[in-house]
C-alpha cells in the first residue's frame, strides 16, 4: 500500500513539473516579427526609438530589413521573411501599389501583415483587404493640411505654387499630393507652377530643385513642402537668392527645423510623434498576435506648428 502511494506521488510530482514546464514555455513564447522599412532616412532611425522599446515592453523579436527605396527588393524580402516563417510582417511600403503583391503572399502564409507610415491601396485611411491594420498618419489628410496653410498663406489673392514632394511613387508622395490637390481644386486662383518629387526625400535633392527652379525667373508666391527637410532645403535656396517674401511650408517636425519656425524662413509645418507611431505599430502587432481584436487603423495626428507655438513641441529629430 506504501509503495502504491509512494508510486503515486512520483507520478503526480512528475505531472506536475510536466504542466509547469509546459506552461512556462508559453509564458516565455517570443514572436518574430520582421520590419521591413522602405528606406534609410532620419525618420525612421528616430522611428525605430519606438519599434525598439515597444518590442521590449511586448516581448517581440524584432527583425529588420531595409529596401533602399526599392519596391521589387522589398517584395523580395517580403518573401525571403515568409519562407523563414516569422510570425508577423510589419511593412512600411516603399511603393503603395507595388507592394500589393505582398498582402496575397502573406495571406496565404498565414502570416498577419500590419502596415505602418506608408500604406498599401489608396485608402485615404490606410485600409486595405487582407491587411490586419494600418497605423500612421493618413497621408491624404497630410496634403489637405499643407493645402490649409496654403489657404491660410495665399488668402483670397490666391498665387503661383511650387510643390515639393517626397521620393517618387511611395504612398506618402502620392496621396499627400492628391489631398493637397482636392483643396486647391476649390481655388481657381491658384497656379501651381511645378510638382516635382525628389528621389529619397533629401534635403540635398530639394535645394538642387529650388535653386535650379529660382534660376529659370518663374514667378512663385508659396512653396509647399511634404516633409520638413525639404523645406529647410527650400528656405535656404531662397534666402541664397535674396527672396525674403515667399513663404515655405513643410510637413513634420526636427529640432534642425526650429530656428527656421523662429526666425520665419519657414513659416509652418507640423509635429506628430514619430516614436509613437513606431510604438503604436509594434503595440498592435503584439496584441494581434495574443489572440485581441484590433483597430483597422490607429491614426497619428498632425498639429500644425507656428513660431507662435514652436515652443511647445519637443522635437524627436
Request: charged share 20%.
Amino acid at each position: 500500500m506504501k509503495r502504491n502511494f509512494k508510486s503515486l506521488v512520483l507520478s503526480l510530482f512528475v505531472l506536475f513539473f510536466v504542466f509547469a514546464s509546459i506552461s512556462a514555455s508559453f509564458a516565455q513564447q517570443t514572436y518574430d516579427v520582421a520590419v521591413l522599412l522602405p528606406g534609410a532616412v532620419e525618420f525612421f532611425s528616430v522611428q525605430r526609438i519606438g519599434i525598439d522599446k515597444a518590442a521590449k515592453d511586448f516581448g517581440l523579436n524584432i527583425i529588420y530589413a531595409d529596401a533602399e527605396w526599392d519596391a521589387g527588393k522589398q517584395l523580395s524580402q517580403v518573401e525571403n521573411f515568409i519562407i523563414k516563417k516569422v510570425d508577423a510582417i510589419m511593412l512600411c511600403a516603399a511603393d503603395n501599389i507595388a507592394l500589393l503583391p505582398a498582402v496575397k503572399q502573406c495571406n496565404d502564409a498565414k502570416i498577419p501583415l500590419i502596415s505602418f507610415t506608408n500604406s498599401l491601396g489608396t485608402d485615404p485611411e490606410g485600409k486595405y483587404p487582407g491587411v490586419i491594420s494600418y497605423i500612421g498618419r493618413t497621408e491624404i489628410g497630410a496634403g489637405i493640411i499643407q493645402a490649409e496653410m496654403a489657404e491660410q498663406l495665399l488668402g483670397e489673392e490666391g498665387g503661383n505654387i511650387v510643390l515639393i514632394e517626397g521620393s517618387p511613387g511611395t504612398a506618402s508622395q502620392r496621396m499627400r499630393e492628391e489631398g493637397f490637390m482636392q483643396v486647391a481644386e476649390k481655388h481657381p486662383n491658384w497656379t501651381i507652377v511645378e510638382k516635382r518629387p525628389i528621389e529619397g526625400w533629401t534635403k540635398e535633392g530639394a535645394l538642387d530643385f529650388m535653386e535650379a527652379f529660382l534660376q529659370s525667373g518663374r514667378p512663385v508666391d508659396l512653396v509647399s513642402c511634404q516633409w520638413w527637410s525639404g523645406a529647410i532645403a527650400a528656405a535656404m535656396a531662397l534666402e541664397n537668392a535674396g527672396i525674403t517674401d515667399v513663404p515655405v511650408t513643410g510637413l513634420e517636425y526636427a529640432k534642425e527645423l526650429i530656428p527656421y519656425i523662429k526666425d520665419g524662413r519657414v513659416t509652418a509645418s507640423t509635429y506628430f510623434s514619430v516614436i509613437e507611431e513606431g510604438y503604436k505599430a509594434v503595440e498592435v502587432t503584439a496584441n494581434y498576435l495574443k489572440g485581441e481584436e484590433v483597430p483597422q487603423l490607429v491614426e497619428i495626428k498632425h498639429i500644425i506648428v507656428t513660431k507662435d507655438n514652436v515652443d511647445e513641441f519637443e522635437p524627436e529629430m
